[in-house]
Nanobody
Framework: VQLQASGGGLVQTGGSLRLSCTVPRMILSTFWGTTFDWYHQAPGNQRELIATSSDGYTYYGDSVKGRFTISRDNNKKTVYLQMNSLKTEDTGTYFC?????????WGKGTQVTVSS
């Protein structure tokens, strides 16, 4: 299963970006039951869980709560991360992760750079 993350780029402080994670080869019924996470890895730091979507449940890390929103379009087999009010500390690589029912898949990551 390949996770295709996209949507990263360069943005100024206070700006917005929307990341997408598509899983084109996953069976639709499997997608519905899969938990998806977004992780952030700042330069020189470990990967940090920032958002989760699972069967109507969502989780946000303290660093993004109130600014980021995770959502999913099951028919498009895509998970989104809407990032608003971006800060310089949001700079880094963002990874999509799919898990559940024995699955554990990572995407390659998409780079986000927030300039002041």
């Amino acid at each position: 299963v390949q996770l295709q993350a996209s949507g990263g780029g360069l943005v100024q402080t206070g700006g917005s970006l929307r990341l997408s994670c598509t899983v084109p080869r996953m069976i639709l019924s499997t997608f519905w039951g899969t938990t998806f996470d977004w992780y952030h890895q700042a330069p020189g730091n470990q990967r940090e869980l920032i958002a989760t979507s699972s069967d109507g449940y969502t989780y946000y890390g303290d660093s993004v709560k109130g600014r980021f929103t995770i959502s999913r379009d099951n028919n498009k087999k895509t998970v989104y991360l809407q990032m608003n009010s971006l800060k310089t500390e949001d700079t880094g690589t963002y990874f999509c992760h799919a898990r559940g029912s024995g699955m554990d898949y990572w995407g390659k990551g998409t780079q986000v750079t927030v300039s002041s």
